[in-house]
């Protein structure tokens, strides 16, 4: 595949040999411009990179490499839980999620215990997997066929990145400071474009590397639970993120990050732009929920395979960072073991 450009480092794992896929993502990948002329798959995907089973996408740049070294970046060992408590978001934001009922009971005067119904794994702070959007031409990602995204089967499940683990250098922007800085306001529906995220890195000293997860801090979230019940209502679909364009594409591509978070609700800015060539015109409404029409989830998941974060806690972290002028640490995080899950909360930590 032409575009090729040699990565970075090279994965160790106590003798064993890696997988082909680890490999194929330590000796030799395409830039984004290389992928969209692919002519052996679907246009701009990364399928068949990581190998032609993989179910891990981008996941692959992060090597145990990464996690030795980003194990080195502790240094006062101050920890911050990412994950809002679950029915934070309620009533739901897609509206399709009722809350989360916990109910405990006891067997003796001595004993408790308890369960859960209605756990929606996507309904507060998320990773969306990989069986979470199909494209409308190509579908699943790595060619993953329709019949094999259902329940009880492993092709594309959570439970591949919950068996792999994520731990790694997460660096976080923090796009409100940053436009504060500039002195320019934040839009409610803010798309942040290539040149802000560069202009952000470059103010807060961040480089980036490959297999990094990236932390984009919005406000949004800290914003809307801010909010009266009435104004949660009105402002549910608007917040700032992640502009749509295959220039957004191939920059979260060509710095080989290996997952995106955001504390908006979807990383992308609200509403899509539908001049970004993502939008189909005569594409149909869904019946209920959100439509994904024009959002860049479709390229993102099923065609290069990057896992996404969504309503992460993160505004914490961000004046942390601020203080210490530190926006790298070590980022942890553990998604249920569900076979077949299609998103799960993180369970996602930084520690600075």
């Known amino acids: 595949m032409s575009g090729s450009r040699e990565a970075t480092g090279r994965a160790h794992d106590g003798g ?48 145990p490499e990464c996690a030795v070294a980003a194990a080195a970046l502790v240094t006062t060992g101050e920890v911050f839980d990412l994950d809002y408590p679950l029915n934070t ?38 990773i969306d997997g990989l069986r979470h959007i ?68 470059r103010l807060q000293g961040v480089r980036f590397a490959p297999g990094d997860i990236l932390l984009v801090h919005t406000g949004w979230a800290r914003w809307y639970l801010g909010l009266s019940a009435e104004g949660r209502a009105s402002r549910r679909r608007g917040s700032p993120g992640l502009h749509q364009s295959h220039e957004m594409l191939a920059w979260l591509w060509d710095h080989r990050f290996s997952l995106v978070a955001a504390d908006n609700s979807g990383l992308e800015a609200i509403p899509v732009d539908p001049d970004s060539g993502f939008h189909i015109g005569d594409e149909p409404p869904p019946e209920r929920g959100p439509s994904h029409n024009g959002m860049m989830h479709r390229q993102l998941l099923a065609l290069l395979g990057l896992l996404l974060g969504e309503l992460w806690k993160l505004s914490a972290l961000a004046e942390a960072c601020a203080r210490d002028g530190r926006y790298e640490f070590l980022l942890t995080a553990k998604p249920l073991n569900l076979v077949g899950g299609v998103g799960s909360p993180p369970n996602a930590m930084a520690v600075k």
């Open 134 to 201: 199909r494209h409308p031409v190509a579908g699943f990602y790595n060619g993953a066929a329709d019949a094999e995204i259902v329940e009880g089967s492993p092709r594309l499940g959570i439970q591949h990145v919950a068996e792999r683990g994520v731990v790694g250098r997460g660096v976080l922007l923090d796009m409100p400071r940053f436009f504060a800085a500039q002195g320019r306001e934040l839009a409610h529906n803010q798309a942040f474009t290539p040149a802000d995220l560069d202009a952000a890195a």
């Open 16 to 63: 064993r040999a890696p997988s082909d896929g680890a490999w194929q993502a330590q000796l030799e990948v395409p830039d984004y411009a290389a992928l969209r002329a692919r002519t052996d798959g679907p246009p701009g995907s990364s399928w068949g990179l990581f190998g032609p089973d993989d179910d891990l996408g981008m996941l692959n740049f992060l090597t």
């Open 89 to 126: 978001f309620v009533p739901s934001l897609a509206g399709t999620r009722p809350a989360t009922r916990h109910t405990i009971f006891a067997n003796n005067p001595n004993h408790r215990d308890d369960w859960v119904d209605s756990f929606y794994l996507q309904s507060t702070s998320q």
